[in-house]
Nanobody
């Protein structure tokens, strides 16, 4: 069974940085897509960034392009989200997701890690 465990959230001042980690286990993730999503208070969960496990191709939401960077360490089965120039509107619970091959939607999720950006 796939397990995704996020870590690295916390409280940071606006303009600061955080690095989130997602430890993945349970199977080989070749041909998977790995993504970060976030849910702000009172809002739905939205896409933040994604990376293909094999090729390392990256994708970003417009709101984080140029500030956030997604990467993965295939040897450690870990996906990272480096978040720079954080803004109060980045405050949310951040979730790691995995999409198995041939799936249209992400089908595995972690429990989330809270990020709070103070102004």
């Amino acid at each position: 069974q796939v397990q995704l465990v996020e870590s690295g959230g916390g409280l940071v001042q606006a303009g600061g940085s955080l690095r989130l980690s997602c430890a993945a286990s349970g199977r080989t993730f070749s041909n998977y897509a790995m993504g970060w999503f976030r849910r702000a208070p009172g809002k739905e969960r939205n896409f933040v960034a994604a990376i293909t496990w094999s090729g390392g191709n990256t994708f970003y939401a417009d709101s984080v392009e140029g500030r956030f960077a997604i990467s993965r360490d295939t040897a450690k089965n870990t996906v990272f989200l480096q978040m720079n120039s954080l803004k109060p509107e980045d405050t949310a619970v951040y979730y790691c997701g995995a999409r198995s091959p041939a799936q249209d939607d992400y089908n595995y999720w972690g429990h989330g890690t809270q990020v709070i950006v103070s102004s």
